[in-house]
C-alpha cells in the first residue's frame, strides 16, 4: 500500500516537507478483518488542526503515523461474515491507497443509484451534515429569516445554502474568495446575495447584502467575518460557530472580533459545535436530505485531484480556497 505519514509538525502554513509518502506491505489479513481499495480519500480543514500539537477536540496526529480521516472505498478480501468483497464502505483510516482493519472500524453505505460514492464524504455525509446540524439545532433557524453563511462556496458552504432555502430561510447569503464562486452562490446554490471577500471590508459588504440585517450567522471563517455578522445582527441573532479556518494557518494570534457588547445589547447567542457530539442527527439529516435529493433540490461540485501522491498537494489547495464543493482526492 501507499500510505502518507505526518513528518514534522506544520508551524503556520504546512509544507509539502512536513509529510512523507511511504510504501508498506500489508500483513495477512487476521479472522475478524477486511481489506478496503479506496477511491476517494477526503482533505479536510479539521485535518490542519490535528497537525499540531495543541489542545483540541481530536486527538493529535501522531509523528510517522498515517494521517487518518474520511475515505470511501470497496472491500477486496474480507474473512468477515458480513463484510464481503464488493462491499462499498465509509471509514476513518485515511490516507493510503488500500488499508485494512477490524471489520467494526469500517461501516457499509449502501449505493445510491445515479450518484457517485463520494457524495459520502460530503452532501450525503460529513460536510453535509454538519451544515444541517448547525442550521436546525445550534441555530434554530426559522422560516422567513435572513441567513448569512461564510466560506460559502466550500464543502460545507455549498450544503449549508441549500439546506437554508429547504428549511424555509427569507434571505440568505453567502461569502467566498473569488469572483467565480460569488456567481456560482446565486445561479447554483440557493443564495440570494453574495460578496468576494477580498473587495473590501466584510463589515461593509456584508452591510451592503444585508441592509435590514441578519437573523443566523453559520460561520466557516471566524475573524473579520464573525466581527461582520455582530455588527449585522438583528435582536435576538443566532450563531453557529462552525470553523474558523482564517485562523488556521497564523502564527499570531487570531484577531478577534472588537464589538463583542452587541451580544448583550442585542440579546444575541453564539455558539460552538462540532459534529461528533450532535450523532444523534444522523437518521434524521439522512432522510431528510436524501428526499431534498430525490426532488432534486441539492447539487454539489467536487473538485477532484487524482493520485495518492497528489493528496497533500489536495489538502494544501484547498486550505488555500483551490476548491469549489468539497476537495476530494481519487485513487
Ligand atoms: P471548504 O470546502 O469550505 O474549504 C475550505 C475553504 O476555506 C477554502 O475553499 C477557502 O475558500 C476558505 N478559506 C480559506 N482561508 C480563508 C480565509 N482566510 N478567509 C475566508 N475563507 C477562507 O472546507 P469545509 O467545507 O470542509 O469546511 C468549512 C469549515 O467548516 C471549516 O472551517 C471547517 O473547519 C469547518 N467544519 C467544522 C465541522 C464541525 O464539526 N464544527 C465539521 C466540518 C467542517 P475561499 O476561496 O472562499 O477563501
Redesign the pocket.
Known amino acids: 500500500a501507499t500510505r502518507i505519514l505526518l513528518d514534522s509538525r506544520p508551524v503556520g502554513w504546512p509544507t509539502p516537507e512536513n509529510f512523507r509518502i511511504e510504501e508498506v506491505a500489508l500483513p495477512e489479513l487476521e479472522a475478524g478483518q477486511v481489506r478496503v481499495r479506496n477511491e476517494f480519500l477526503s482533505v479536510?480543514?479539521?485535518m490542519r488542526g490535528r497537525m499540531s500539537d495543541a489542545r483540541s477536540y481530536v486527538a493529535p496526529y501522531a509523528l510517522g503515523a498515517q494521517i487518518t480521516g474520511g475515505a470511501i472505498g470497496r472491500v477486496v478480501a474480507s474473512r468477515v461474515d458480513g463484510m464481503p468483497e464488493g462491499s462499498v464502505v465509509l471509514h476513518q483510516h485515511g490516507w493510503s491507497d488500500v488499508v485494512q482493519g477490524d471489520a467494526a472500524t469500517f461501516r457499509i453505505v449502501p449505493d445510491i443509484p445515479g450518484l457517485p460514492l463520494s457524495v459520502r464524504l460530503h452532501v450525503l455525509g460529513?460536510?453535509g451534515m454538519?451544515a444541517y446540524v448547525?442550521l436546525t439545532r445550534i441555530a434554530a433557524l426559522r422560516e422567513g429569516e435572513t441567513v448569512f453563511i461564510?466560506?460559502?462556496?466550500?464543502?460545507?458552504?455549498t450544503a449549508a445554502g441549500q439546506i437554508a432555502r429547504h428549511l424555509g430561510a427569507g434571505r440568505v447569503i453567502g461569502?467566498?474568495?473569488?469572483p467565480e464562486?460569488v456567481a456560482l452562490l446565486t445561479q447554483k446554490y440557493g443564495y440570494d446575495a453574495g460578496f468576494d471577500?477580498h473587495d473590501g471590508d466584510v463589515r461593509e459588504l456584508l452591510a451592503q447584502a444585508a441592509p435590514e440585517g441578519i437573523d443566523v450567522f453559520f460561520d466557516?471563517?471566524g475573524?473579520d467575518?464573525l466581527q461582520a455578522a455582530l455588527a449585522s445582527f438583528r435582536d435576538g441573532g443566532r450563531a453557529a460557530l462552525?470553523?474558523?479556518?482564517?485562523s488556521?494557518n497564523t502564527t499570531d494570534r487570531a484577531a478577534g472580533p472588537d464589538n463583542m457588547a452587541n451580544l448583550i445589547t442585542r440579546g444575541l447567542t453564539l455558539r460552538?459545535?462540532?459534529?461528533?457530539d450532535h450523532l444523534d442527527l444522523s437518521a434524521e439529516f439522512q432522510q431528510r436530505m436524501t428526499g431534498w435529493f430525490e426532488d432534486g433540490g441539492i447539487v454539489y461540485d467536487e473538485t477532484i485531484v487524482d493520485g495518492i501522491e497528489n493528496t497533500v498537494q489536495a489538502f494544501l489547495d484547498?486550505?488555500?480556497?483551490?476548491?469549489i464543493?468539497?476537495?476530494l482526492v481519487r485513487i
Open positions: 479536510d480543514p479539521y460529513m460536510t454538519t448547525g461564510s466560506g460559502a462556496a466550500g464543502a460545507v458552504g461569502s467566498a474568495g473569488t464562486k471577500y466557516n471563517v475573524g467575518h462552525c470553523g474558523a479556518i482564517s488556521y460552538g459545535f462540532t459534529l461528533g484547498m486550505m488555500r480556497g483551490g476548491n464543493g468539497k476537495m
